[in-house]
Each structure stands twice: as C-alpha cells, then as structure tokens.
Nanobody, 128 residues
Framework: QVQLVESGGGLVQAGESLRLTCAAS????????MGWFRQAPGKEREFVAA????????YYTDSVKGRFTISRDNAKNTGSLQMSNLKPEDTAVYYC?????????????????????WGQGTQVAVSS
C-alpha cells in the first residue's frame, strides 16, 4: 500500500501562485508514476499533470501547459505541482494519485482509473 497526503491548497486571487505537495509513504518502491487530478463541484474528475518517477517525464493537460509544473523529489518521496497565473476556472479540489508500472503513455496516465492510490484532496480556490 502507498499512502498519499496532499498539502498546500488555499484561497488566492487570479494571477497568483500556489504550490501543492503530495507526500508518499508506505511501499514507495511501488510508485512508477504520480498524477494530479482536480474536481470542481458538479464536474467529473479531470487530469491535470503526471510525472514518471524514474525519469521525470511529464505530461500536462492543455489548459495548464505553461502555467503548471509538476516535479518530484525521490529523496523526500514527494511530488509537487507548482501552479502559476491561476485562473478562477482552476478552482477545484486537487488530488494526487500514484500507480505502479514502468511503461507509460499520456492516455494511461490521464485517466483516473489508471491509478491505484489516491490522496484525500486539497481545496484550491481562485477569486477573480
């Protein structure tokens, strides 16, 4: 089992930045990739970004490219999502997720069903 705990959410104004962190514990060696998803009220959970643990290859949904940066720190067993130039439409609960494996693609990592472990979520609210 892998346990994930997100932190760093909050309320900001449009144009500001936030950094989310996901701390992983347990069977860390099972983690092959980590992803970030978000879910706004009344909407389905959507993919934001993912990173391959071994080589740091990254994937992003189009709406956050150039604004969000995903990274990981293997030594600290953490993943991060640096969010800049935030917009009101970025308001959502943000979840980190992890999965095992060694071969990945955008289609695999962008689907919520592709992940085995989930955090509890952290709220991000962006005011206009």
């Amino acid at each position: 089992q892998v346990q994930l705990v997100e932190s760093g959410g909050g309320l900001v104004q449009a144009g500001e930045s936030l950094r989310l962190t996901c701390a992983a514990s347990g069977r860390i060696f099972d983690v092959g990739a980590m992803g970030w998803f978000r879910q706004a009220p009344g909407k389905e959970r959507e993919f934001v970004a993912a990173i391959v643990w071994s080589n740091s290859r990254t994937y992003y949904t189009d709406s956050v490219k150039g604004r969000f940066t995903i990274s990981r720190d293997n030594a600290k067993n953490t993943g991060s999502l640096q969010m800049s130039n935030l917009k009101p439409e970025d308001t959502a609960v943000y979840y980190c997720a992890a999965r095992g494996g060694s071969v990945f693609s955008y289609s695999l990592l962008s689907h919520p069903g592709g992940y085995d472990y989930w955090g509890q979520g952290t709220q991000v609210a962006v005011s206009s």
